[in-house]
C-alpha cells in the first residue's frame, strides 16, 4: 500500500542536529512527528524496532498471512486528525465492524448488529424489557461519550493552575457537565464509582447480554468486572469513533500497522525523516535540560528538544535515569501502576472457524467475537489472576479480519487473532518465568476458543503467543500494560502520569511525552501524538 517508491524508514540518520527527535516509533509518536513537520519542524523518528508501528502494528510471521500482532481493532482514533494529515491518501483505510457475537454452549448466542432493529430481535429472545431498554441506555452513554470527547480532544485542564486560561477551560467543562439533564448527572456519578455490572445491573436484567458488555471496562485493566471504577473504563471503550460516528469500531485494511504507516506517509510528506533498528540507549541530560539521544551503537544526536513516545517508567526511569530528577517525582513516577494483564494469541488457520452454536461463515462473524458466557466465568478468570496465575478459561475477544480483509491472509484461509484477559505479567513463578510459561497460556487459549469451535485445533497453521513479559521485552511495554499504565481514575486526566506534569512537558527541560502515558490515555487514539506536539508548537522552545 505505499503511496511511493522512496523507501519509508531508513536505517541511518542523515544528520546530527534537528529541531526535535522522537524516541519510538508508534502510532502516537508518528502523529506527533507529522503535526511538527507540517509546522516546518526539522523532525527525526527513532524506532527501535525493524518495523514502525510499536504496539498498533503488522507484521507477516508465517508466509501470506499477516498479523496486527498487538493492537488488533481501531476504536478511539481521532476522526480530525484522519483530516488533518489526510491519513485516507496515505493508505489508511477502516473498514466498520458489523456485529458483536456472543456464542454460547446452549442455543445461538446472542449477537448485537449495527442494525438496532437486528439486535432488538436477537436481545428479545433473552428478555423483551432488555431489548426496549437497550437503545435508551446506547443514547445516554452516546450523551455522555460526547461530553467526554470534550476532555479526550483537548488537553487536560489543571485544576491548580490560576492562569485565566485554565479557569476559563475548567469552568467550560463544569458548564458542560451542568447542561446535562439530571438523569445524566446522576449517570455520569454512577461511572466514576461503579463496578461495570453494577452499573449494567441498573439498566438490564439478563445476564446474557450483560455480561459480554461487561468485560469492556476490564480491558487493559487488573480489574474484574465487580471491581469499583470499571465503570468508567466501559465508557473509555464506549467512545469509539470512526468518521465522526460514535460507537463505531473497525478493521484498518492491511491490518492495524496500516494505522501507524499511513501516519508515517504523512510525517514524511511533510519532510520528517524516520530511521528503524535505531535503539536509543539514553536520552543525554545536561544540567537540567535533554539534549539530545545516545543511539545503542553510541552515535549522539541533539536536538531543541527530545520527545518520548515510549511509557512514563521507560523514560524516566530507563531513558533518563533517576540522577536527573526530583525525589518526590521518582516517586511519584515509582507509584503509576501498570500491572499488565492482558496477552495475545494470533493463529493462522487453513480454514474458517466454525462456532457450533452459529455455524458457517455468516455476518455474525464479520465483528468482534466475545468468550465471556457468564459473571461467574469472568469472575473465575480474574481469581485466578488474582493469585498470580493466567486464566485456564480466560475471557477472549476474538476477531477474523480475513473475513472482511482478504489482504491479510491467502484465498480461502483465514487470520485469526485473540485478546486475552487475564494474563497477569506478575506471575507467582515471577515474570522471567513467562518464557517457561508461554505455550501453556497458549495451550489455555486455544481450548477455549476450541470449546466453541469444534476442530480448530486441526485448522491451524501457525500460532503466535504473546505474554505481558514478551510485550515488555519486544515491543517496550513496561509490565506488559498495552496503555502505557493503567486506566484508573487515579490516573487520568491531570494525574496522568503524575499530579502536576500531565500536559506534555516533563521536569528535564526539552523534554516531552506524547504517548498513551498521558492525557487521555491508551488505544490506537493519536489524541496524545497530536496534542503534545500542539502544545509544544505554542511554546518557545521549538
Known amino acids: 500500500m505505499e503511496t511511493t517508491t522512496e523507501p519509508l524508514t531508513s536505517t541511518q540518520a542523515s544528520k546530527r542536529h534537528y529541531d526535535a527527535i522522537i524516541v519510538g516509533g508508534g502510532h502516537n509518536g508518528l502523529v506527533c512527528a507529522a503535526y511538527l513537520a507540517k509546522a516546518g519542524k526539522d523532525v527525526l523518528v527513532l524506532e527501535r524496532r525493524h518495523v514502525l508501528g510499536g504496539a498498533a502494528v503488522s507484521e507477516e510471521l508465517y508466509p501470506g498471512f499477516t498479523y496486527s500482532v498487538c493492537s488488533y481493532v481501531v476504536s478511539l482514533f481521532r476522526p480530525h486528525i484522519i483530516r488533518d494529515l489526510d491519513l485516507a491518501k496515505h493508505g489508511l483505510d477502516l473498514i466498520p465492524l458489523e456485529a458483536s457475537f456472543l456464542p454460547l454452549h446452549e442455543g445461538e448466542g446472542l449477537c448485537r448488529w449495527s442494525d438496532p432493529h437486528l439486535t432488538r430481535r436477537e436481545v428479545e429472545r433473552f428478555s423483551k424489557k432488555d431489548a426496549e ?58 461511572l466514576m464509582t461503579m463496578s461495570a455490572v453494577d452499573f449494567l445491573d441498573l439498566w438490564f436484567e439478563n445476564e446474557t447480554l450483560k455480561s459480554p458488555m461487561s468485560v469492556s471496562g476490564i480491558i487493559g485493566t487488573f480489574l474484574g468486572i465487580r471491581s469499583p471504577g470499571s465503570a468508567y473504563v466501559l465508557l473509555h471503550h464506549y467512545m469509539g469513533e470512526i468518521d465522526g460516528a460514535f460507537r463505531s469500531w473497525g478493521f484498518s485494511r492491511g491490518g492495524t500497522g496500516q494505522v501507524s504507516l499511513s501516519c508515517a506517509r504523512a510525517a514524511k510528506s511533510f519532510g520528517a525523516e524516520i530511521v528503524t533498528q535505531s535503539p536509543v540507549a539514553k536520552i543525554e541530560v545536561q544540567n537540567g535540560r535533554a539534549k539530545g539521544v545516545v543511539l545503542a551503537n553510541g552515535d549522539e544526536l541533539t536536538a531543541k528538544v527530545v520527545i518520548s513516545g515510549c511509557d512514563p517508567r521507560l523514560t524516566f526511569m530507563g531513558l533518563v535515569g533517576e540522577e536527573h530528577l526530583d525525589g518526590e517525582f521518582v516517586k511519584q513516577i515509582t507509584r503509576y501502576k501498570f500491572r499488565g494483564s492482558s496477552g495475545k494469541v494470533n493463529l493462522a488457520l487453513d480454514s474458517l472457524p466454525d462456532f457450533a452454536c452459529r455455524p458457517g461463515a455468516g455476518p455474525h462473524l464479520r465483528g468482534d467475537i466475545a468468550i465471556a458466557p457468564s459473571f461467574e466465568y469472568l469472575e473465575r478468570a480474574y481469581d485466578e489472576a488474582k493469585y498470580g496465575d493466567f486464566s485456564s478459561r480466560p475471557y477472549l475477544n476474538v476477531v477474523i479480519p ?83 499504565g493503567e486506566l484508573s481514575l487515579e490516573q487520568l486526566l491531570f494525574l496522568r502520569p503524575v499530579a502536576g506534569w500531565s500536559r506534555y512537558k516533563t521536569p528535564v527541560k526539552n523534554l516531552w511525552m506524547c504517548a498513551s502515558g498521558t492525557h487521555p490515555g491508551g488505544g490506537i487514539m493519536g489524541a496524545p501524538g497530536e496534542l503534545a506536539a500542539k502544545s509544544l508548537l505554542s511554546t518557545r522552545e521549538l
Not at 406 to 423: D, E, I, L, M
Not at 430 to 439: A, F, L, M
Not at 459 to 478: N, Y
Open 402 to 484: 480475513s473475513l472482511v480483509d482478504p489482504t491479510v491472509a491467502p484465498p480461502g484461509k483465514h487470520v485469526v487473532s485473540c485478546f486475552v484477559q487475564y494474563a497477569p505479567y506478575a506471575i507467582k513463578e515471577g515474570p522471567e518465568h513467562w518464557p517457561q510459561r508461554r505455550e501453556a497460556f497458549g495451550d489455555a487459549v486455544v481450548d477455549t476458543l476450541a470449546e466453541y469451535c469444534p476442530g480448530l485445533h486441526d485448522k491451524i497453521l501457525h500460532r503466535q503467543v504473546l505474554s505481558p513479559w514478551d510485550l515488555e521485552q519486544e515491543f517496550g511495554l513496561t509490565e506488559g500494560n498495552i496503555f502505557h
Open 133 to 190: 431498554t437497550l437503545p435508551e441506555f446506547s443514547m445516554a452513554m452516546s450523551k455522555l461519550a460526547r461530553t467526554a470527547k470534550q476532555v479526550i480532544d483537548n488537553p487536560a485542564p489543571d485544576p491548580t493552575s490560576l492562569d485565566p486560561r485554565e479557569l476559563i477551560k475548567l469552568l467550560r467543562l463544569g458548564k458542560d457537565m451542568q447542561e446535562l439533564d439530571p438523569d445524566l448527572q446522576y449517570l455520569n456519578h454512577k
